[in-house]
């Protein structure tokens, strides 16, 4: 299959564009409690959407299935599931220290963790960055951790700020919580690293572009799973299963509308799956520098979610020092993401040509 690295950082910006607002419907469900918006939004994002999208777009997909190694779909499913941990120690930092700074660091450390671990696993990870334009890649993700590093100073002045105003700032809580979110969540890019196997087959079967949508019923199954479990238990303890037949009042008296708290949970998840539908339509055309997506993905995710909360002005009424340090986080971003495409073009055309060449 042809690739073409450009659709591809295309694709995966798309992605991140999806995550970066996944979690904006949640304001459209006030008197719901966390427990409730959560796990409708897991229903829909790791369970409903992967099924049904993969059964649209991966032809045998039930062959598919069978066919792939059982220990393949076993370690994708698991390391899926010790994500979903991942997943709610992400939305406790979020309580903690704000949604910039764990977007920042929480995704600093996936991208870093998603994109080596997986090939030092496979043994192969100096070998990627030895291929034509390998070094412009390496040179394109270390520049983006700068870019992360500058948004993540930038979400720490801000949250700084802002706790003066009575906030529930707590940097020793959010900063432990944080990192085990990061870490989690770079065991599903290695989760996904890991069902590859699926897609080679996926692929025989003509899924094409979509060869990857049949892995992510696994990966995503087994994060569904563990907060099918662990918020099952929350709703039972707090007695809130009711807020999903009846929308609890406000202290004002005021009672939302169901069907719009519905609409919101699963727009939620809807969202959360689109990053990766596009991840997987970006991977694939990545070609040689496949390993990168992990990293691209995150690097994206970031830029998006900072550059709309400036479009949303959650940046008005700071100061200037801590405006401009997110501007140089941004603009660096887009420097790592020019450097990142260029190498993989380059690394892309030295292959074609040596094809051509008869070499």
């Known amino acids: 299959m042809e690739s073409n690295v450009f659709l591809g950082v295309a694709l995966h910006a798309i992605g991140g564009l999806a995550a970066s607002t996944c979690f904006v419907p949640q304001k459209g469900t006030p ?33 598919v299935i069978k066919e792939s190694p059982n220990d393949v779909l076993v370690n994708t499913t698991l390391l899926g599931a010790v994500y979903g941990f991942g997943g709610m120690a992400f939305g406790l930092a979020i309580r903690y220290i704000g949604f910039s700074l764990t977007y ?98 996926a692929e025989a079967k003509g899924a094409g572009n979509f060869q990857g949508n049949a892995k992510f019923i696994f990966a995503m199954g087994g994060a569904f799973i563990t907060n099918l479990i662990w918020w099952s238990v929350v709703h039972f303890r707090a007695k809130t299963w009711k807020e999903y037949t009846k929308v609890p009042q406000s202290t004002d008296g005021k009672s939302g509308s169901l069907p719009t708290y519905l609409f919101f949970g699963l727009l939620a998840g809807v969202l959360w799956y689109c990053q990766f539908f596009f991840y997987g339509l970006g991977h694939v055309q990545m070609g040689a520098f496949k390993f990168i997506s992990w990293g691209i993905h995150m690097s994206m995710l970031i830029f998006f979610s900072f550059g709309i909360g400036l479009i949303l002005k959650e940046w008005s009424g700071l100061s200037k020092k801590v405006t401009n340090t997110l501007l140089v986080g941004l603009a660096v971003l887009l420097g790592a993401f020019g450097l990142i495409t260029y190498g993989s073009y380059i690394g892309e055309n030295s292959g074609t040509e040596a094809t051509s060449n008869g070499h």
């Open 31 to 63: 008197n719901w409690s966390y427990q409730s918006f959560w796990l409708l939004m897991c229903l829909a994002s790791w369970l409903l959407m992967p099924i049904g999208v993969a059964f649209l777009t991966v032809p045998d997909l039930v062959d």
């Open 104 to 201: 920042s660091i929480a995704i600093g450390i996936s991208a870093i963790l998603g994109t080596v671990v997986p090939g030092i696993l496979n043994g192969n990870l100096i070998a990627n960055f030895q291929k034509p334009g390998g070094l412009l890649v390496l040179a394109g993700l270390t520049v983006s951790l700068l870019g992360v590093a500058f948004c993540g100073l930038a979400g720490f002045r801000k949250e700084k700020e802002v706790s003066k105003e009575g906030s529930t700032f707590d940097a020793k809580k959010g900063t432990v919580i944080v990192i085990l979110a990061g870490i989690l969540s770079a065991v599903f890019g290695i989760s996904l690293e890991q069902g590859a196997p699926i897609d080679a087959i």
